[in-house]
Every structure is written in C-alpha cells, then in structure tokens.
C-alpha cells in the first residue's frame, strides 16, 4: 500500500511510477477524492465546535430566562448537516480505500523501464550447457518412461493440470525439498511450517488481492484461500505487530504447495510440469531495516542461486523491466534455469524487494533506535519452485542411455544413488 501522504506530495512522481509499470490508475480520482476528504472532515469539525459552543450557551441562556428556541431549531440544522457531511465522509473514504488497494507499488530508481518482458535485462549467467551427441529427450517423456511421473492418472484424479510422483521421482521431490530447506538455514534462515490456507486479509497483505482474485483457489464457505506461495503465510505472521530494530532482519525459510488457478492453455505450455495448478516450492521471507534493504535483495538471491549452482543446472540472472513487475515489488530478479529439450529458459525464482508496501498493507511496523515507530521492509524469493528445476534437471543431466544422472550435492539424500533408471523389472 503507497502512503497516501506520499502521493498527495509526490504526485508526479507517484504518476511516473506508475505509467513505468505500465498499469492503468484512477490517480487523479484518487488525489480528489483526499481533497474532499480533508474538506469534509473540516467542516465536520468546525460544526460539531459550533454545536458543542452552543449546547454549553444552552443552560445558562435558560438560567438567565432567556428564549433558546432559536439556538435549539439552529443546533438541530447543524446535527442534520454534521450526519449527512458524515455519511458523505464515508462513502469518500470508501471509495478511497478502494481505489488505494488497486495502486501498485512503485519500480525502484535501478529498475530497467520498458513496458513488458522484453525489456528485461540480463544481469549475469552462471553454468554452461554442454550440447550432447543425442537429442535431449521433453522431461515428460523421460520421466513417465524412468516411472518417475505419472500424468494419466493424476488427470484421472483432478483433471488437466497436475502431476503424481511415483517411485524415485517422490523421493527425488522430497529430496530437493529437504536440500533446499538445509542449504537455507546454513545461510541464516530460520524454517518455519505454516498453514496451507490462509484469511482474505492475508492475501490482501501480500498483495495477491484484490488483483488477483480469479487466479486464486477459494473455498467460499469459510473466505479462506488455498495459498498461492508460502509467502502469503510467512510474510503474515508478524501482520499487527511491532518488532524491535534488534529483532532484525528476520529471516525465514518455509515449504508448501502452491495452487494456482492459471496454467498455459495451448503448445507444450500444457505438457508435463510446466505449468501446472498444484506444485512445491521452497521461499525465502525477509523483514529487513529500511537502509539494507537492497543489500539484502542481492544476499536473498544469491541464497537462491547457491541451489542452482549445486545442482549444476546452468542459468541466468534477469533483472526485470518496470512493465514486467509484479503488483506489490518495487524491484524482482528472475532466476531461469536452462531446459535444452524445451530450448528455453524457464523461471524457477522470482527474488523481490517490496520496500514498505506490503508492511503497510499488514499493519507491520518496528520501533527504531530513536525510538519512532517505522515501516520495515520485505523481500521473498523461490529458493526454488520445485516443476521447474525438475524439468531443468531432468533435461540437463540426462544421458545417451535414457538416465538421469543426479547432481553430487543431491545424492546423500538419496542413498548415495548416482543415476535415475527404469524401475525395477522393466
């Protein structure tokens, strides 16, 4: 949520912000709207005065036998105008609040400005991919001939969408999962197990709502939200509430499904892992001084590259462009890890700076050194989305003899196994 005191004094700077992100705004309706505001709450004021000066005439203008119908017909025209300019109030503050909750957040200084992805920028590459004498092999195909994937009968199960993992392919996902979680706490993050459905505030908090509504799974008999992202829950738990300069940064580290209305609808975006309703994923939360906060963006996506690296999966760090941003950050590098038979990158973390956005929005706040009550700021990061490392993985160290060689770091969660072959008996 920006300030509304930010964007009364900084309007034009408020409108470059948001023409960057390429978004439409009511910016204007908005800055009259908090001029009709103020104005009413004014006159609302200055009435109730005028009427509490008069009551207090009332007893003594009785006292001194004095007639006070005039001055009781006047205070009762001031109640009824007091209660409409009231009402006019409320209806201005809802309208208002409305209004504020679809603004995003404003892009960052740094933030390369274009209109969409094609103006994202290529900050780094890590890892090069080493062409085999054979043709890689899709990732479905591999798994589901390996028994590690089973797309048949999970459409069976809930449709189009969605994955099972059998066999070495469960325990390759619990595996990852079970890396991911321990290569973050080594790096200071303290794991957390968090709730799986969360209150509509929550995913207002994060930013989710009231964008995103018709992406979201809800269950409308309680106005719960299946989460899209372990964030959601883990950015909430300190909603309400005042740390102290000394509690940070916080840093948290929590796995979960996903659920996630969207998916590709046509091509190879609807083959295999991905794009798909349900999947795992490790995030990265932190709540961080105001002053470190970019320090603390480029730590947090590092922590996200380690596990790429380790894996040995070759990818490459964007910084993305203004129009590529998502609602609530104000600057985001996409982590895209090379998959050779889909012959394009693909996502697997999005690292994001939220400045004071999404504390705002939850009511968070932490007292500084001087004592003054202050906004943090948040950062999450996929560290990382479990489809598509997976389709990266399976893709990349593949062999000519239809294995999958499993990278060094993985392999003492899985019983020092070396290759993924075909299940026993085939």
């Given at each position: ?147 590690l994937l089973d ?61 995103m509504e018709e ?188 294995t999958v060689r ?21």
């Amino acid at each position: 949520m920006l300030d509304l005191k930010f964007i009364r004094s900084e309007p034009d700077r408020v409108r470059r912000g948001l023409d960057a992100k390429n978004v439409s705004h009511e910016l204007d309706r908005i800055l009259a709207l908090d001029d009709e505001r103020r104005s009413l709450l004014q006159s609302v004021e200055t009435r109730k005065a005028e009427r509490n000066r008069s009551s207090q005439d009332v007893p003594r203008l009785k006292a001194e036998g004095k007639d006070v119908s005039e001055l009781l017909a006047s205070m009762k025209r001031l109640a009824d105008q007091i209660k409409e300019s009231d009402a006019r109030l409320k209806e201005t503050e809802s309208e208002l609040e409305t209004l504020l909750s679809w603004v995003p957040n404003l892009p960052h200084e740094s933030v390369p400005v274009g209109p969409n992805a094609t103006a994202n920028v290529e900050v780094r590459r890590w890892g090069a991919y080493q062409a085999p004498s054979f043709r890689p092999r899709p990732h479905w195909e591999i798994g589901e001939e390996l028994g590690l994937l089973d797309f048949r009968r999970a459409a069976r199960l809930s449709g189009s969408g969605f994955a099972v993992f059998t066999g070495l392919g469960a325990r390759l996902r619990r595996a990852l999962i079970r890396f991911m979680l321990d290569q973050h706490a080594r790096d200071g993050f303290l794991e957390v197990s968090v709730p799986y459905l969360v209150r509509r505030e929550c995913m207002f908090g994060t930013g989710q709502l009231p964008k995103m509504e018709e992406d979201m799974y809800h269950c409308g008999v309680d106005d719960l939200f299946l989460i899209p992202t372990a964030e959601v829950p883990i950015t909430n738990l300190y909603r309400d509430e005042v740390l102290a300069e000394s509690d940070l940064p916080v840093c948290l580290v929590g796995e979960s499904p996903c659920f996630r209305r969207e998916a590709g609808t046509y091509g190879k975006e609807t083959r295999g892992l991905v794009r798909v309703h349900q999947f795992d994923k490790v995030e990265m939360v932190k709540i961080v001084d105001p002053a470190t906060s970019y320090d603390e963006l480029e730590s947090l996506t590092a922590s996200a590259e380690k596990v790429l690296q380790a894996l040995e999966l070759p990818y490459r760090v964007l910084a993305l462009a203004s129009g590529d941003l998502s609602f609530a950050a104000a600057k985001c590098y996409d982590l895209e890890a090379w998959a050779p038979a889909e012959d394009r990158w693909l996502e697997v973390s999005s690292c994001s700076n939220f400045e004071s956005f999404q504390a705002r929005r939850i009511g968070l706040r932490y007292r500084n050194a001087a004592g003054k009550l202050e906004y943090p700021h948040t950062l999450n990061g996929s560290g990382l989305a479990l489809p598509r490392v997976l389709v990266a993985l399976l893709e990349v160290h593949q062999t000519e003899r239809g294995t999958v060689r499993v990278p060094a770091a993985l392999r003492p969660l899985l019983d020092g196994l070396e290759e993924l072959g075909p299940p026993p008996g085939d």
